[in-house]
T-cell receptor, first 114, second 113 residues
Framework: NAGVTQTPKFQVLKTGQSMTLQCAQDMNHEYMSWYRQDPGMGLRLIHYSVGAGITDQGEVPNGYNVSRSTTEDFPLRLLSAAPSQTSVYFC?????????????FGEGSRLTVL | GENVEQHPSTLSVQEGDSAVIKCTYSDSASNYFPWYKQELGKGPQLIIDIRSNVGEKKDQRIAVTLNKTAKHFSLHITETQPEDSAVYFCAASGGGTASKLTFGTGTRLQVTL
């Protein structure tokens, strides 16, 4: 199994450009999420989804859009990139359990906005 | 929402010594507390977790303790080895689905020879 696959691994954008980070999982997980990782700030939740057609905001949602049309895919869209969105982005997925369970992460996508 | 604080931000130990990383959380409703290890250039991976009905859990050289009253939990690594060098994150689930984790800011552990 591939697990959680993110593309691209690296991307450079100019301010104002748009792009989509792709995330796919092959474990039939209901829960999918996007985190950004910045030095000294840990992992911060951007958006998450508990199933196809259901999305919700996390801690830092501004400037990002998501959709969940299938169980497998959860793309993250930057509509108008800003330098403050320079970061490493991680997609993660899991089964939904009332008492918690392992979150599986992708390898990350490093985004630089000039 | 949930807030998780993690200390120290960096930790250097000699091979064979023990390492302890501490976290506190704010939401008394949180019931799941995992620890993740992130190696350079990789995504975080779960190494151990504990649920609110358990006070301590061990897995070989790794142990986690939970004090619900004080709202803090700790990771203990004994007999550290160079391959333990990585960034470690604690996390807590708060509100809604237990899958929705709030992470600490991370601890960079360096094991020196």
């Amino acid at each position: 199994n591939a697990g959680v696959t993110q593309t691209p691994k690296f991307q450079v954008l100019k301010t104002g450009q748009s792009m989509t980070l792709q995330c796919a999982q092959d474990m039939n997980h209901e829960y999918m999420s996007w985190y950004r990782q910045d030095p000294g700030m840990g992992l911060r939740l951007i958006h998450y989804s508990v199933g196809a057609g259901i999305t919700d905001q996390g801690e830092v949602p501004n400037g990002y859009n998501v959709s969940r049309s299938t169980t497998e895919d959860f793309p993250l869209r930057l509509l108008s990139a800003a330098p403050s969105q320079t970061s490493v982005y991680f997609c993660a997925s899991s089964y939904i359990r009332g008492d918690g369970g392992e979150l599986f992460f992708g390898e990350g996508s490093r985004l630089t906005v000039l | 929402g949930e807030n998780v604080e993690q200390h120290p931000s960096t930790l250097s130990v000699q091979e064979g010594d023990s390492a302890v990383i501490k976290c506190t959380y704010s939401d008394s409703a949180s019931n799941y507390f995992p620890w993740y290890k992130q190696e350079l250039g990789k995504g975080p991976q779960l190494i151990i977790d504990i649920r609110s009905n358990v006070g301590e859990k061990k897995d070989q050289r790794i142990a986690v303790t939970l004090n619900k009253t004080a709202k803090h939990f700790s990771l203990h690594i004994t007999e550290t080895q160079p391959e333990d060098s990585a960034v470690y994150f604690c996390a807590a689930s708060g509100g809604g689905t237990a899958s929705k984790l709030t992470f600490g800011t991370g601890t960079r552990l360096q094991v020196t020879l």
